[in-house]
């Protein structure tokens, strides 16, 4: 397997080989297109394929991670997960994969993770106190990750409370997903709590990974062209930074940045709870991270785990 691997690391760099059928049913396992001609095998495009140490030593931060780098993972959430149960050194462990085979986003749906393409990050990390500790947590992250991609030149990036980063669409197109966080939690021990920061990011689609996806969503090569291990090390550095803050200071002391990154700031939204709408403007959040709405009645306060939102219906 090391060996095939290898050789897929060859052909994502441009080369030709043999097309022998172990290299080709693997090729065929990832759901990697590739051509063959005159008894070679090639891909249609090279790949940027991770590297460990390329990640690591662009990561600046004080905050030094422990880092693996996955061929492939039922989804790098879970990897953590286990761990956070298992063991007592999860703390500051971040886990990179070429691809998902069971991806996931908020409220159980399905993440398409093709091979070699997006970002699929998770860090662990011990906070003291209880659940309390994370509220806010997500918008944060958020932050991290459009503060990272605008560093690497993409522009037009922002974020909808309380998880998603989203491609601004202007008058043409509508606001499209381009990635998403998802938080969870172990179980908390008497003074502590542990979380794992899963982020997911679109660089690039192939058309039938993108017909699989259920809403408008972008990718990340319509507006830069970034390298994958650049931006890894970028995730990493923004989160090991913020985190040491966050756990002193909480979200009250990201609270007045958030406008700067929320698209849907002072705009008619709508949330929905289970098959209620509920409408209004957006007025912000408090200093939990919860959203605050403007509504005819006055502003009601809604948590993250109530509600989805979205722009009004047309």
Request: charged fraction near 20%; glycine fraction near 12%.
């Amino acid at each position: 397997m090391n060996e095939t691997r290898s050789r897929i690391r060859e052909l994502a760099e441009g080369a030709q080989l043999p097309a022998a059928d172990q290299l080709t049913q693997h090729l065929d396992d990832l759901g990697l297109e590739y051509r063959l001609e005159q008894g070679d095998v090639r891909l249609p495009s090279p790949l940027e394929l991770l590297d460990r140490e390329t990640i690591l030593a662009s990561v600046n931060s004080v905050v030094r991670p422990e880092l693996e780098v996955l061929w492939q993972v039922g989804s790098t959430n879970t990897f953590l997960m286990d761990r956070l149960q298992d063991e007592a050194g999860c703390h500051g462990l971040a886990c990179l994969a070429e691809q998902q085979t069971a991806g996931r986003g908020r409220r159980g749906r399905t993440w398409i993770s093709p091979f070699g393409r997006n970002i699929y990050l998770s860090l662990c990390w011990m906070m003291r106190g209880g659940p309390s500790k994370l509220e806010g947590l997500s918008l944060v992250v958020g932050m991290v990750v459009v503060e990272a991609l605008r560093s690497l030149g993409a522009k037009g990036v922002g974020l909808k409370w309380p998880n998603d980063l989203l491609l601004e669409g202007g008058e043409v197109l509508p606001n499209r997903k381009l990635g998403g966080i998802l938080l969870e939690m172990a179980a908390p021990g008497p003074d502590s709590v542990g979380v794992v920061i899963g982020i997911g990011l679109n660089l690039a689609l192939s058309d039938a990974d993108s017909a699989r996806i259920d809403q408008p969503h972008a990718v990340l090569s319509d507006v830069a062209e970034v390298s994958r291990n650049a931006l890894a090390g970028r995730l990493l550095t923004g989160l090991l930074d913020m985190l040491p803050a966050f756990s002193e200071r909480g979200f009250a002391a990201f609270r007045e940045a958030w406008p700067e990154f929320d698209v849907y700031r002072g705009q008619p939204v709508e949330l929905l709870l289970g098959q209620k709408r509920v409408s209004g403007i957006n007025a912000g959040v408090d200093g939990s991270g919860n959203l605050l709405l403007q509504t005819e009645r006055g502003v009601a306060t809604y948590n993250a785990g109530e509600v989805s939102l979205r722009a009004p219906s047309s």
